[in-house]
């Protein structure tokens, strides 16, 4: 295999382009595993620990479920400023079962089934929930039945489901 051509190559970083204390890059060699120079009493780095992320369905599910949920602690502290605190009580009544399906949205980076199982009853129950404040005109509105919908689609997909179980 021929030699690259040197002119492709980048040149090496110049500490003059630097911050003042700190070096150049250090590139990953034989005498440095992890690509930065050994620090006194610093622990090698796992290789062979996986970092798993969560998947965009059930990150995008649990923001849905708190969004909705601090809008119902919004609604009610408004309501209770506003017009008192029997109003306040109307419009929290409209969002328990949110304010439940946010509470489990916390717990979204657990594993177990029961979890997604949960959250996904709750979604549904907080879609029937929140559907008769539609006819009076009362908060969430077509918010709750919305997101609760989103949140349940989300949560009954395949990458869903495979972050939940082990």
Same mark, same amino acid.
């Given at each position: ?7 492709? =190559?980048?040149?090496?970083? &110049?500490?003059?382009?630097? =911050? ?11 005498? $440095? %595993?992890?690509?930065?120079?050994? %620090? ?15 998947? #965009? ?24 400023? @506003?017009?008192?605190? $029997? ?16 509470? *489990?949205? @916390?717990? #979204?980076?657990?594993?177990? =089934? ?8 709750? =979604? ?21 039945? *919305?997101?609760? *919908?989103? *949140?349940?689609?989300?949560? @009954?997909?395949?990458? &869903?489901?495979?972050?939940? %179980?082990?």
């Amino acid at each position: 295999m021929p030699d690259p051509d040197p002119a492709a =190559a980048p040149e090496p970083v &110049a500490g003059r382009d630097l =911050a003042p204390g700190t070096g150049p890059a250090v590139e990953p060699g034989p005498d $440095h %595993e992890s690509g930065r120079a050994s %620090e006194p009493g610093a622990a090698a780095p796992a290789d062979d620990v996986a970092i798993c992320r969560m998947p #965009f369905t059930v990150r995008a599910a649990q923001v849905l479920a708190l969004g909705l949920a601090l809008v119902g602690i919004g609604c009610t502290v408004t309501a209770g400023w @506003l017009s008192g605190s $029997h109003v306040a009580l109307i419009t929290g009544l409209s969002f328990i079962a949110s304010w439940a399906l946010g509470a *489990v949205a @916390l717990a #979204f980076g657990a594993v177990g =089934a029961s979890i997604r199982i949960g959250a996904v009853l709750l =979604a549904i129950l907080n879609a029937l929930w929140t559907v008769p404040s539609i006819v009076v005109g009362r908060p969430p509105g077509w918010l709750g039945p *919305v997101v609760s *919908v989103l *949140v349940a689609g989300l949560l @009954l997909r395949r990458s &869903a489901r495979d972050w939940f %179980e082990p």
